[in-house]
């Protein structure tokens, strides 16, 4: 089988040793079963992948020596989610794919027509976590605190460009991105969309670029999903 995956508190070091409990003992102790000698990948988010070995596994406590490095951290697309906040097992959809996509952050957004203003901050960690190491990214996006899409738009910075996916139109999404060069972000409403004096916030707001993905109307999590895909399949190098 293949060595267990996991992100680690860090950070690692040629010939270190780690020692974890919690949760993470519990997986590889008990899920995976791991027992002296066996090999394990690790990732700390700060120095990239490393090959260990396991020291000890108690019931309690793992301890891993770190043998090598395997791949340094990747560098990361500088795109940003900011996602209005949804349904929980659709915001939690929108966490996990977001993370697999490769965004440098997703930023939740309060808009009126939120039926959510909250976030767990440990739960969304669970999650972009979970997808990270189950499709081998050697980084993890950030996930920030929601804020509210006046006080997004407000501190917004001069460097980036805000693409708003608007379902009333603009331009086409993949040609928006591949004509663009720099920092960016994503804008997507809620179930309900943005409501008018929402949109024409955002419209007038100078970094901001209304885009379509095309004439259906999305769901909010279809919507993240397919932008996202679009921005790393023409400028997610
Ligand atoms: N208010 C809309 C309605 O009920 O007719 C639906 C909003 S849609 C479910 C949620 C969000 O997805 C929108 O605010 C928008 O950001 C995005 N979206 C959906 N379809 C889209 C499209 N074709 N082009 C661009 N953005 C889209």
């Given at each position: ?20 409990e919690g949760q993470q003992a519990h ?211």
């Amino acid at each position: 089988r293949s060595a267990p995956r996991l992100f680690v508190p860090g950070p690692l070091e040629d010939g270190g040793q780690i020692a974890l409990e919690g949760q993470q003992a519990h997986y590889l102790g008990k899920v995976m079963r791991v027992g002296a000698g066996d090999a394990v990948i690790a990732c700390d988010d700060a120095t990239g992948e490393w090959a260990c070995e396991v020291v000890s596994a108690g019931k309690r406590d793992v301890v891993l020596s770190v043998r090598m490095k395997l791949r340094e951290r990747e560098d990361v697309p500088d795109f940003v989610l900011c996602a209005a906040l949804l349904k929980k097992p659709n915001f939690d959809l929108v966490l996990e794919k977001a993370t697999e996509l490769g965004v440098a952050a997703v930023q939740p957004v309060v808009t009126r027509r939120c039926v959510a203003d909250k976030l767990n901050p440990e739960r969304a960690l669970t999650i972009v976590t979970e997808a990270a190491e189950q499709c081998a990214r050697t980084a993890l996006p950030r996930v920030e605190e929601p804020t509210r899409l006046d006080a997004l738009l407000r501190d917004w910075p001069e460097d980036r460009a805000l693409f708003f996916a608007d379902e009333q139109g603009g331009a086409p999404a993949a040609a928006a991105f591949a004509a663009h060069k720099g920092p960016a972000a994503l804008l997507v409403g809620p179930e309900g969309g943005f409501d008018d004096t929402e949109r024409d916030l955002v419209r007038a707001h100078p970094q901001a670029r209304a885009i379509t993905l095309g004439p259906r109307i999305l769901r909010a999590e279809t919507a993240c999903i397919s932008a996202i895909g679009l921005w790393m399949a023409v400028s997610g190098d």
